[in-house]
């Protein structure tokens, strides 16, 4: 027979609360850092496909850099409010801000190869692998 016990929200908060009170001291606000968004990335023999959800994000917000084999994208989601004259908001919870996100490859990628395609809230990259450099063995005299 498995044991049940009874679900109380108020034990980990209370846990939380108090883990590191003496070590450090309690701060409730958010840390204010980049938001991070979702990212598949796949590979075969020749290329590495990403897969970023950036919804609300214009493509013009949108930058990937790419040096050596870490690739990084960032985008600005941006606040465009439509209250008309007489409304007013009664909840938002929609992201605006900076997304960030970087990671590193298993090799390097071919910059001039690499193409981008932005289409309904999904950035898609295609990053093709540079050719791997074989270690040249010198001989001993």
Known sequence: MPNITRFNPLDDAFDELFRG???RPVNFEAPITAAQFRVDVSENDNAY???AEL???KKEDINVTIDGDT???SAEAKNE?????GERALRSERYYGKL???FTLGQAVDEGGANARYADG???LTLPKKAA???KRVAIQ
Do not use: N, S
């Not at 409010?81 to 004259?85: A, I, L, R, Y």
């Open 49 to 51: 496909r990403l897969r």
């Open 71 to 73: 690739v990084a994208i």
């Open 21 to 23: 009170f003496f070590v």
């Open 133 to 135: 450099v074989q270690a």
């Open 55 to 57: 919804p609300g994000v």
């Open 81 to 85: 409010k439509e209250v008309k004259d």
């Open 122 to 124: 999904v950035l898609e």
């Open 100 to 102: 960030y996100r970087a």
